[in-house]
């Protein structure tokens, strides 16, 4: 990665890297250009003086009160799991195929949870997050393409947290939506403001907003009494049965894609104070391993929660024709009024508070995340309270422009648009474009480097590059071909044609 700056401070009148004294920066070289390197001796004193592991039993906290000292960042990117965006997708799995999906929850759940953990691992074993460490193993054009990406990508996670905090306004306060989009990008300059009281105030907020969710649905959950064998069989026995199934499935799964969460992930672990020794690292990578499984397994609880509710709402013997129809296309918005229809006014209030905090939670830490991929990306020097004002005006524009032009149903549009088109090419270009640039990077790299005769060289490019070529030029085929067959017909009221085709297609 290229030789790393560090700062240095004085140990008994001798210079000593921070990686030593307890320093975040644990990616350093003992050696530094233009210096000579310390000796062995003296690191290990200034080591035995400052590492934690080794100062004493009687210094040291108990297991319980150093894992809870390492308790916050995990619940700040659970709540990426828990944004509107999801809220939809769960309600509408539950509406059209009840509790059969359950498991794809559970499943990437299990996946978010592998990924996380090693994005904190990340930050804890190298001192850095993702974005610098980016910015220092990539060349400045695969640098500025990734975080273009990124940003793009955060924008679009965004969305759907901006106008679900909007329409939870609407429905608790009749405000209308553009305004509500206003006053959601203002709330978050003003909750987000916390860190300057210590980033632990802000995990606070968000784990109080997180059990805001969970006693909400929770809530609802114990009023509608889903039955417990069918939840459980649906979370471990895997289907795919019902029309349209598939298209949920993806969906849902598709909800649970956040890429701006690895980059805010290895940010926030470095907020604790982590031991320099190899005990030390281990130790903290284990408890943020618990922390987050912890944080994960309640968002897990809530989305099952969610689907449940909406499966026994929409399947109740007593449904009227008026909410099947809304059961049939269940958008956040139109959640309300069925729970409200069904199991009354104060369901829809308990709804709608529950979708404030999702919203609310989620607008918070994404603006965060983008605080810290601007910073690491870029390097900008600026202000904390300038990057939030620039990344919460680059974020809202799209909804706000969205919300006042279509009103509520063209900003229902735009959560579709960004949750599933946007971040699908967004993650699918991105892979391409890594997969490629490593794929004929290393090839190359090999080829001029190893120990094969010339004549062997030739005859391998000869091999090797046409595969190559055959392999990127199906990607772009793959990519802008049509679609042969009809994966989704816009269902038609009293339209027999499109009934037909619905059932047979």
């Given at each position: 990665?290229?030789?790393?700056?560090?700062?240095?401070?004085?140990?008994?009148?001798?210079?000593?890297?921070?990686?030593?004294?307890?320093?975040?920066?644990?990616?350093?070289?003992?050696?530094?250009?233009?210096?000579?390197?310390?000796?062995?001796?003296?690191?290990?004193?200034?080591?035995?003086?400052?590492?934690?592991?080794?100062?004493?039993?009687?210094?040291?906290?108990?297991?319980?009160?150093?894992?809870?000292?390492?308790?916050?960042?995990?619940?700040?990117?659970?709540?990426?799991?828990?944004?509107?965006?999801?809220?939809?997708?769960?309600?509408?799995?539950?509406?059209?195929?009840?509790?059969?999906?359950?498991?794809?929850?559970?499943?990437?759940?299990?996946?978010?949870?592998?990924?996380?953990?090693?994005?904190?691992?990340?930050?804890?074993?190298?001192?850095?997050?993702?974005?610098?460490?980016?910015k220092a193993e990539y060349p400045r054009y695969a640098k500025y393409c990734l975080?273009?990406?990124?940003?793009?990508?955060?924008?679009?996670?965004?969305?759907?947290?901006?106008?679900?905090?909007?329409?939870?306004?609407?429905?608790?306060?009749?405000?209308?939506?553009?305004?509500?989009?206003?006053?959601?990008?203002?709330?978050?300059?003003?909750?987000?403001?916390?860190?300057?009281?210590?980033?632990?105030?802000?995990?606070?907020?968000?784990?109080?907003?997180?059990?805001?969710?969970?006693?909400?649905?929770?809530?609802?959950?114990?009023?509608?009494?889903?039955?417990?064998?069918?939840?459980?069989?649906?979370?471990?026995?895997?289907?795919?049965?019902?029309?349209?199934?598939?298209?949920?499935?993806?969906?849902?799964?598709?909800?649970?894609?956040?890429?701006?969460?690895?980059?805010?992930?290895?940010?926030?672990?470095?907020?604790?104070?982590?031991?320099?020794?190899?005990?030390?690292?281990?130790?903290?990578?284990?408890?943020?391993?618990?922390?987050?499984?912890?944080?994960?397994?309640?968002?897990?609880?809530?989305?099952?929660?969610?689907?449940?509710?909406?499966?026994?709402?929409?399947?109740?013997?007593?449904?009227?024709?008026?909410?099947?129809?809304?059961?049939?296309?269940?958008?956040?918005?139109?959640?309300?009024?069925?729970?409200?229809?069904?199991?009354?006014?104060?369901?829809?209030?308990?709804?709608?508070?529950?979708?404030?905090?999702?919203?609310?939670?989620?607008?918070?830490?994404?603006?965060?995340?983008?605080?810290?991929?601007?910073?690491?990306?870029?390097?900008?020097?600026?202000?904390?309270?300038?990057?939030?004002?620039?990344?919460?005006?680059?974020?809202?524009?799209?909804?706000?422009?969205?919300?006042?032009?279509?009103?509520?149903?063209?900003?229902?549009?735009?959560?579709?648009?960004?949750?599933?088109?946007?971040?699908?090419?967004?993650?699918?270009?991105?892979?391409?474009?890594?997969?490629?640039?490593?794929?004929?990077?290393?090839?190359?790299?090999?080829?001029?480097?190893?120990?094969?005769?010339?004549?062997?060289?030739?005859?391998?490019?000869?091999?090797?590059?046409?595969?190559?070529?055959?392999?990127?030029?199906?990607?772009?085929?793959?990519?802008?071909?049509?679609?042969?067959?009809?994966?989704?017909?816009?269902?038609?009221?009293?339209?027999?044609?499109?009934?037909?085709?619905?059932?047979?297609?």
């Amino acid at each position: 990665m290229g030789s790393l700056e560090q700062q240095h401070q004085q140990v008994n009148g001798v210079d000593v890297p921070s990686s030593l004294g307890g320093g975040s920066n644990r990616v350093a070289a003992i050696e530094v250009e233009g210096e000579l390197p310390l000796p062995i001796d003296m690191i290990s004193t200034a080591n035995k003086q400052f590492d934690p592991d080794i100062e004493g039993a009687n210094q040291q906290k108990p297991g319980w009160r150093k894992f809870l000292s390492y308790i916050g960042p995990g619940f700040l990117v659970s709540i990426a799991y828990l944004d509107p965006g999801n809220l939809e997708t769960d309600l509408q799995a539950g509406a059209s195929d009840r509790y059969e999906l359950l498991w794809v929850i559970l499943i990437g759940m299990i996946f978010a949870l592998i990924i996380q953990s090693l994005a904190a691992n990340l930050g804890v074993s190298t001192g850095k997050h993702l974005s610098e460490l980016c910015k220092a193993e990539y060349p400045r054009y695969a640098k500025y393409c990734l975080w273009l990406l990124t940003e793009v990508a955060v924008i679009a996670a965004d969305i759907p947290e901006v106008i679900g905090t909007a329409f939870a306004l609407n429905i608790l306060f009749h405000i209308p939506v553009w305004a509500g989009v206003l006053l959601t990008g203002l709330s978050t300059l003003l909750l987000i403001g916390l860190q300057r009281y210590g980033v632990r105030k802000l995990e606070m907020l968000i784990a109080v907003l997180v059990f805001v969710m969970a006693a909400c649905f929770f809530g609802e959950m114990s009023y509608v009494k889903p039955p417990a064998d069918e939840v459980l069989k649906g979370m471990f026995v895997p289907k795919l049965k019902g029309q349209g199934a598939t298209g949920d499935a993806i969906a849902l799964l598709g909800a649970l894609i956040m890429p701006h969460n690895l980059f805010l992930h290895s940010a926030l672990v470095l907020s604790r104070k982590i031991p320099t020794s190899v005990r030390g690292v281990n130790d903290a990578c284990r408890y943020f391993l618990i922390e987050s499984g912890f944080a994960l397994f309640i968002a897990l609880l809530i989305n099952v929660a969610i689907i449940s509710v909406s499966a026994t709402v929409c399947t109740a013997d007593s449904l009227s024709a008026e909410n099947a129809d809304r059961c049939n296309d269940l958008t956040l918005n139109s959640a309300s009024f069925l729970l409200k229809n069904v199991l009354g006014r104060s369901s829809s209030a308990v709804y709608a508070i529950a979708l404030l905090a999702s919203g609310q939670s989620s607008t918070i830490t994404c603006t965060y995340a983008g605080q810290f991929i601007m910073q690491g990306f870029l390097d900008l020097k600026m202000k904390k309270w300038t990057r939030n004002l620039m990344t919460r005006c680059i974020a809202i524009t799209p909804s706000l422009i969205v919300s006042i032009i279509g009103g509520s149903s063209g900003a229902g549009r735009l959560i579709i648009i960004s949750s599933i088109i946007v971040i699908s090419w967004i993650l699918g270009l991105g892979i391409i474009g890594i997969n490629i640039y490593y794929l004929s990077t290393t090839f190359v790299d090999w080829l001029i480097n190893n120990n094969l005769p010339k004549v062997a060289n030739v005859f391998v490019g000869i091999l090797v590059f046409p595969i190559m070529a055959v392999y990127i030029l199906a990607v772009i085929y793959l990519t802008f071909r049509k679609d042969r067959v009809v994966t989704f017909v816009q269902p038609i009221k009293n339209d027999p044609v499109a009934q037909n085709k619905m059932e047979n297609g």
